[in-house]
């Protein structure tokens, strides 16, 4: 069935560094599923953060990034320089949401150091 | 603000006993859902509705029920808890359209001893 594999945590940056949570997908049911990337900061629920409906588009939010790939399957999710505040477990996800077919990934926990 | 609200937010239960998660919306979505998240798995579809009255099964609906009595309101019920069933409980309330990305509450850790 359709799946997504993303990098497995946890995950140690220094803050200013440079980050990047990889998320690969196998979509068969659905040529062009929609993309997403969720972050639950400690205490709180899931939020989005970017999505992406478009195979080829960037979306980006809060200073992160993430490029729909089709050809290599890929979208992941990157940052520049990290902050402490970015600490947080983020979730790749496989849209649409219809029916069942959505589909997360099991999480990477992000922790940044100073 | 939309929002989804999820109660309690933690509970203990004990084995064989019943247990009801509740879910509040003020989005008027209505698609509503209900996500369990263990270590090392994704989250995980249990339950889903379309709108009252509508409940769905999910991807791991054994063991769970669901209710939609209103709009607004989704509960999760386990009849008969099992240690299985300690987890972490995602909420979510979406519109429709393949676009959407749903709106989560904060979860519920349940401890089923």
């Known amino acids: 069935g359709d799946s997504v594999t993303q990098t497995e945590g946890p995950v140690t940056v220094s803050e200013s560094e440079s980050l990047i949570i990889n998320c690969t997908y196998s979509?068969?049911?659905?040529?062009?599923?929609?993309l997403f990337w969720y972050v639950r900061y400690p205490g709180e629920g899931l939020q989005l953060l970017l999505k992406?409906?478009?195979?080829?588009q960037k979306g980006s939010s809060r200073g992160f990034e993430a490029t729909y790939n089709k050809e290599t399957t890929s979208f992941h999710l990157q940052k520049a320089s990290v902050q402490e505040s970015d600490s947080a477990v983020y979730y790749c996800?496989?849209?649409?949401?219809?029916?069942?077919?959505?589909?997360f990934g099991t999480g990477t926990k992000l922790q940044v150091v100073p | 603000e939309a929002a989804v609200t999820q109660s309690p937010r933690n509970k203990v239960a004990v084995t064989g006993g019943k247990v009801t998660l509740s879910c509040n919306q003020t989005?008027?979505?209505?698609?509503m859902y209900w996500y369990r998240q263990d270590t090392g798995h994704g989250l995980r579809l249990i339950h889903y509705?379309?709108?009252?009255?509508?409940?769905e099964k999910g991807d791991i609906p054994d063991g769970y029920k669901a209710s939609r009595p209103s709009q607004e309101n989704f509960s999760l019920i386990l009849e008969l808890a099992t240690p299985s069933q300690t987890s972490v409980y995602f909420c979510?309330?979406?519109?429709?359209?393949?676009?959407?990305?749903?709106?989560f509450g904060e979860g519920t850790r349940l401890s089923v001893l």
């Open positions: 996800a496989l849209g649409p949401w219809s029916g069942t077919y959505q589909r």
């Open positions: 992406v409906i478009t195979a080829g």
């Open positions: 979509a068969t049911s659905i040529a062009y599923p929609n």
């Open positions: 989005n008027n979505h209505n698609n």
């Open positions: 509705s379309y709108g009252a009255g509508s409940t």
């Open positions: 979510a309330s979406g519109d429709e359209g393949n676009n959407q990305a749903p709106l």
